[in-house]
C-alpha cells in the first residue's frame, strides 16, 4: 500500500504538541496507524520536543508527591487485557478509530444521508467539529459543495477521485474554505472514509441545500 | 554529613546492580556537591574551606558528568523495566520531576495540578516501562509523551487518540535493512541535535507548541505575526527534520 496523500505539516505538529481538538486527531492518529511514514515524522518530532522538555528550568516539586507516587507504585499494576480483536483478522477501521465506534465496520449503524449515501458521526465537539464514518457508493457522486471552514477527508476503503486527485485506503485529503469539489467513488466498491469538518459544507445545487438541514451534515 | 551519607548509598546501589560505569554515581553527586556549596554559601563552613575541599572530585564529577549524564537517564528507565528498581525510579524522578513540573505549568496551571501531572506521569513510567526502547527514543522523549498525555488527560479531561502498534490494522515500518540499523541510531542522535541547527525563529515556534501546547493558530497571536509566516515556519522546520530522517518528499 502506498499513501501519496498525507496531513497537512502543521496539524501533524499540532497533533504530536496536543493542541489538536479531539475529532481532528482521530482522524491523524487513524492515518498514522497505515502510514509509517508519517509516524517517523511525528516521533521525529517528538524528538525535539523531549530535547526542549531536557533544557527547561526546573520547579521545585513537593517532597510529599515522590512520597505519594511510591506509595501507588505497586497499586495499579493489574495486566488489563487489549486483545480485543483476534489480531490474524483482517479489520478496515484502525484501533484509534474503533475506539469510538465501539468495533469494526460490521457494528457500524449507518445512518442515510441524502439519497445516495450513508454516515454515521464519530465524534461531535461543542465548537462544532464533527468526525464522521461516510459510505458513498461505488461510482456515485457527492453533490458539488465548498466548505464553510477547513475538510480532511481520511479513506478507509475503496477510493474517491477528484480535480485534486486520486484518494486510496491511507491517503488524506485537506481542504479549506477555498476549495469547491466534486468528489466521487471509484466504481468497483463502496468508498468508505473519515471526514473532519468544523463547519457545515455548503452545497452548490438547490436540492442538495434544501436536503441539508433534513439529512444534517 | 548528609551528602556524604547519601552519596555512600548512591555507590551501594550502583554497586548492587552490577554496574561499574560512573555515570551512574554522577547526578547525586552533583546534588551532593550543590548542597555543600549551598552550607558554603549559609556560613555555617567557611566558603574558602568548603569550597576548597571539594573542589577537585568536583571538578573531576563535573568533566566527566557532562557528556555522560543523558545517558544514564536511559538506564534507569531500564533498571525500572528489568529490575522494578526503585532506586533507579527515585534517580529518575529527581532528575525529571521538576522539568515535568515546569513543563505542566507551561500552559497557565497552578502548582497543584502541575504536581498532580508530575504523580501520574510518573506512575506510568513505572507501569509502562517496558514498553521504552532505548534503540528508538531517549529517556527525555519518551517521558514527554508520557506527560504529554497526562496533561491532556487532566487539564483538558480528554482522551487522545493514539496508534496502537498491536492493533491488527496497524502497518509497521518495513523491515530494516543491516546498514539500516546502523543509520537508525545515528538517526536518533542527529534528531536530538537538530533543535540546534533550526533557525531562532523556526525554534520559538516548535518552543511553543511544545511546551504551552499552543495550536499553531495561537502561535501566531502570541508572536503577532501573520498565519502564513508560522506555517512557513513549520515547514522549514519539517523539512529539516525529514532531511535527517532521510525522508524526501
Given at each position: 500500500?502506498?499513501?501519496?496523500?498525507?496531513?497537512?505539516?502543521?496539524?501533524?505538529?499540532?497533533?504530536?504538541?496536543?493542541?489538536?481538538?479531539?475529532?481532528?486527531?482521530?482522524?491523524?492518529?487513524?492515518?498514522?496507524?497505515?502510514?509509517p511514514?508519517?509516524?517517523?515524522?511525528?516521533?521525529?518530532?517528538?524528538?525535539l520536543?523531549?530535547?526542549?522538555l531536557?533544557?527547561?528550568?526546573?520547579?521545585v516539586?513537593?517532597?510529599?508527591?515522590?512520597?505519594?507516587?511510591?506509595?501507588?507504585?505497586?497499586?495499579?499494576?493489574?495486566r488489563?487485557?487489549?486483545?480485543?480483536?483476534?489480531?490474524?483478522?483482517?479489520?478496515?477501521?484502525?484501533?484509534?478509530?474503533?475506539?469510538?465506534?465501539?468495533?469494526?465496520?460490521?457494528?457500524?449503524?449507518?445512518?442515510?444521508?441524502?439519497?445516495?449515501?450513508?454516515?454515521?458521526?464519530?465524534?461531535?465537539?461543542?465548537?462544532?467539529t464533527?468526525?464522521?464514518?461516510?459510505?458513498?457508493?461505488?461510482?456515485?457522486?457527492?453533490?458539488?459543495?465548498?466548505?464553510?471552514?477547513?475538510?480532511?477527508?481520511?479513506?478507509?476503503?475503496?477510493?474517491?477521485?477528484?480535480?485534486?486527485?486520486?484518494?486510496?485506503?491511507?491517503?488524506?485529503?485537506?481542504?479549506?474554505?477555498?476549495?469547491?469539489?466534486?468528489?466521487?467513488?471509484v466504481?468497483?466498491?463502496?468508498?468508505?472514509?473519515?471526514?473532519?469538518?468544523?463547519?457545515?459544507?455548503?452545497?452548490?445545487?438547490?436540492?442538495?441545500?434544501?436536503?441539508?438541514?433534513?439529512?444534517?451534515? | 554529613?548528609?551528602?556524604?551519607?547519601?552519596?555512600r548509598?548512591?555507590?551501594?546501589?550502583?554497586?548492587?546492580?552490577?554496574?561499574?560505569?560512573?555515570?551512574?554515581?554522577?547526578?547525586?553527586?552533583?546534588?551532593?556537591?550543590?548542597?555543600?556549596?549551598?552550607?558554603?554559601?549559609?556560613?555555617?563552613?567557611?566558603?574558602?574551606?568548603?569550597?576548597?575541599?571539594?573542589?577537585?572530585?568536583?571538578?573531576?564529577?563535573?568533566?566527566?558528568?557532562?557528556?555522560?549524564?543523558?545517558?544514564?537517564?536511559?538506564?534507569?528507565l531500564v533498571?525500572?523495566?528489568?529490575?522494578?528498581?526503585r532506586g533507579?525510579?527515585?534517580?529518575l524522578?529527581?532528575?525529571?520531576?521538576?522539568?515535568?513540573?515546569?513543563?505542566?505549568?507551561?500552559?497557565?496551571?497552578?502548582?497543584?495540578?502541575?504536581?498532580?501531572?508530575v504523580?501520574?506521569?510518573?506512575?506510568?513510567?513505572?507501569?509502562?516501562?517496558?514498553?521504552?526502547?532505548?534503540?528508538k527514543?531517549?529517556?527525555?522523549?519518551?517521558?514527554?509523551?508520557?506527560?504529554?498525555?497526562?496533561?491532556?488527560?487532566?487539564?483538558?479531561?480528554?482522551?487522545?487518540?493514539?496508534?496502537?502498534?498491536?492493533?491488527?490494522?496497524?502497518?509497521?515500518?518495513?523491515?530494516?535493512q543491516?546498514?539500516?540499523?546502523?543509520?537508525?541510531?545515528?538517526e536518533?542522535?542527529?534528531?536530538?541535535?537538530?533543535?540546534?541547527?533550526l533557525?531562532?525563529?523556526?525554534?520559538?515556534?516548535?518552543?511553543?507548541?511544545?511546551?504551552e501546547?499552543?495550536?499553531?493558530?495561537?502561535?501566531a497571536e502570541?508572536?503577532?505575526?501573520?498565519?502564513?509566516?508560522?506555517?512557513?515556519?513549520?515547514?522549514?522546520?519539517?523539512?529539516?527534520?525529514?532531511?535527517?530522517?532521510?525522508?524526501?518528499?
Open positions: 500500500m502506498t499513501i501519496n496523500h498525507h496531513p497537512r505539516e502543521e496539524m501533524l505538529l499540532d497533533y504530536v504538541s496536543g493542541a489538536l481538538g479531539e475529532a481532528w486527531s482521530i482522524a491523524i492518529a487513524t492515518h498514522l496507524s497505515v502510514c511514514q508519517c509516524r517517523r515524522v511525528a516521533s521525529g518530532l517528538e524528538t520536543a523531549g530535547s526542549v531536557k533544557e527547561l528550568s526546573d520547579e516539586v513537593e517532597p510529599s508527591t515522590l512520597d505519594s507516587v511510591l506509595s501507588r507504585l505497586e497499586e495499579g499494576e493489574r488489563t487485557n487489549r486483545m480485543e480483536l483476534d489480531s490474524l483478522e483482517v479489520v478496515c477501521l484502525p484501533k484509534p478509530l474503533r475506539d469510538y465506534t465501539g468495533g469494526d465496520l460490521d457494528t457500524v449503524r449507518w445512518k442515510r444521508l441524502g439519497p445516495v449515501a450513508h454516515q454515521v458521526v464519530v465524534c461531535a465537539e461543542s465548537d462544532g464533527v468526525a464522521r464514518l461516510l459510505r458513498i457508493p461505488a461510482g456515485k457522486p457527492v453533490p458539488e459543495h465548498s466548505h464553510g471552514g477547513d475538510e480532511i477527508t481520511l479513506v478507509l476503503r475503496g477510493a474517491f477521485e477528484d480535480h485534486l486527485g486520486l484518494y486510496e485506503r491511507g491517503d488524506m485529503q485537506s481542504v479549506d474554505a477555498s476549495i469547491t469539489h466534486r468528489p466521487y467513488a466504481p468497483g466498491e463502496d468508498c468508505i472514509c473519515l471526514a473532519v469538518t468544523d463547519a457545515p459544507l455548503q452545497f452548490r445545487s438547490m436540492t442538495a441545500r434544501l436536503l441539508q438541514p433534513v439529512v444534517g451534515i | 554529613m548528609r551528602c556524604d551519607l547519601k552519596s548509598t548512591v555507590r551501594n546501589e550502583a554497586m548492587d546492580i552490577g554496574s561499574s560505569r560512573p555515570s551512574e554515581l554522577l547526578s547525586e553527586h552533583k546534588y551532593a556537591v550543590g548542597a555543600v556549596s549551598r552550607v558554603a554559601r549559609q556560613g555555617r563552613v567557611s566558603k574558602s574551606q568548603g569550597v576548597k575541599a571539594f573542589k577537585p572530585e568536583r571538578e573531576r564529577l563535573f568533566a566527566a558528568s557532562m557528556p555522560m549524564s543523558t545517558e544514564s537517564t536511559e538506564d534507569y533498571l525500572i523495566a528489568t529490575k522494578r528498581d533507579a525510579f527515585k534517580k524522578f529527581a532528575a525529571f520531576a521538576p522539568k515535568i513540573k515546569s513543563f505542566a505549568m507551561r500552559n497557565g496551571v497552578g502548582p497543584e495540578l502541575a504536581e498532580e501531572v504523580q501520574e506521569t510518573f506512575i506510568r513510567v513505572w507501569r509502562k516501562a517496558e514498553q521504552f526502547d532505548p534503540g527514543a531517549s529517556a527525555s522523549t519518551w517521558l514527554y509523551t508520557i506527560a504529554r498525555n497526562q496533561r491532556i488527560d487532566l487539564l483538558r479531561k480528554r482522551h487522545r487518540p493514539e496508534p496502537d502498534f498491536e492493533d491488527p490494522a496497524f502497518v509497521p515500518e518495513p523491515e530494516p543491516p546498514s539500516d540499523v546502523i543509520s537508525r541510531s545515528e536518533a542522535l542527529r534528531l536530538r541535535q537538530c533543535m540546534e541547527s533557525s531562532p525563529e523556526q525554534q520559538e515556534v516548535l518552543k511553543l507548541s511544545f511546551m501546547e499552543l495550536p499553531h493558530v495561537e502561535v502570541r508572536l503577532g505575526i501573520p498565519l502564513g509566516t508560522v506555517k512557513s515556519r513549520i515547514r522549514l522546520a519539517m523539512k529539516h527534520i525529514r532531511s535527517e530522517i532521510g525522508d524526501i518528499r
